[in-house]
């Protein structure tokens, strides 16, 4: 049975399909994104992207499974058709593998929206040290080379609205069966799934260590009311 559960009832965005650039970088987990946005990651940890991998465990959401014609008794954990949109990086470098469970990669993690994360995140260290020491600001193209994403809206796409009959143009199996024919409410707008603070996380204010384009998607509403953050940071 083809599967791409959600991971809550009206959970918004995330991402199996990744830029071509993108492919060249590794996964890490968001382990390593979280020893530094310390406050970014402890409002995900709430939302229902953490939660997403939750969904696939037997009888869990049973109602909205069975009503999309699947088995709410399996157990899908380990069903490669849902591990693409219900844990981060699943069959790229670095990523999730069921036979080697990583917890730091389960359900939709900062890298699923902004990109594998090994080569950008070292960036974004010495950034933000130039920064602290001097003012000194970084293009956010050489971000963009390192692999880091920018634009979210295919990303979402590619989970979201890849189901048979999708006014998506990339739709192609495995197709998830929660479709907005099985209910109103899996239909995605971007724009409006992308302001949801319960599917992903709060905002909170960035520093200015980073100018230029690319950009992403409404940054600059986001920050005119994004929260001040915990800017402690551990050492990896």
Known sequence: MKCLLVAGLYAAAALAAFPAAAEEFAYEGHRKCSSCHRS???SWRGTAHAKAFDSLAPNHKAEAKRKAGLDPAKDYRQDAQCLGCHTTGHKK???????????????????????PGAQYRLM???????FERGGKTTGREQ?????????FQERCNACHMNYEGSPWTHAKPPFTPFTPKVEARYGFAFDKAVRDDKAMHAHFRLEGAFVGDPVAPFHAEFQAAAKPADKSRDED
């Open 143 to 151: 971000l963009a080379e390192l692999g880091q994403e920018f634009a």
């Open 40 to 42: 970014q990651s402890e």
């Open 93 to 115: 470098d670095g990523g999730y593998d069921p036979k080697e469970p990583n917890d730091y990669l389960v359900g939709v993690t900062c890298e699923s929206c902004h990109g």
């Open 124 to 130: 974004h260290r010495k950034a933000g040290d130039r």
